[in-house]
């Protein structure tokens, strides 16, 4: 069974930092390309940032590249992302993704805000 269990969101002031955490289990983590989603309120799921199995390959949202950055530990079956440089249009909830399965785990809010 497929779980995707995200972490480390919550309230940070705007130039602020959060390093969020995705536990995978259920399927072969190493063999599998990760990514992280987010979805604002009102806007569609967009994708943050993608990493390749091995972790050797990273790709980003043109807008998000050189705040954020997509890391893991295929060890611990985790994948990260470190936020940095934070917006108030950040705010959104975030979801980690497997990209070779369709589910969703519950996502982790990142609220930016004064």
């Known amino acids: 069974q497929v779980q995707l269990v995200e972490s480390g969101g919550g309230l940070v002031e705007p130039g602020g930092s959060l390093r969020l955490s995705c536990v995978a289990s259920?399927?072969?983590?190493?063999?599998?390309?990760m990514g992280w989603y987010r979805q604002a309120p009102g806007k569609e799921r967009e994708l943050v940032a993608r990493i390749s199995g091995g972790g050797t390959t990273t790709n980003y949202a043109d807008s998000l590249r050189g705040r954020f950055t997509i890391s893991r530990d295929n060890a611990k079956s985790t994948v990260y992302l470190q936020m940095s440089s934070l917006k108030p249009e950040d705010t959104a909830v975030y979801y980690c993704?497997?990209?070779?399965?369709?589910?969703w785990g519950k996502g982790t809010l990142v609220t930016v805000s004064s």
């Open positions: 259920g399927f072969s983590f190493s063999g599998n390309a």
């Open positions: 993704k497997v990209f070779s399965i369709d589910y």
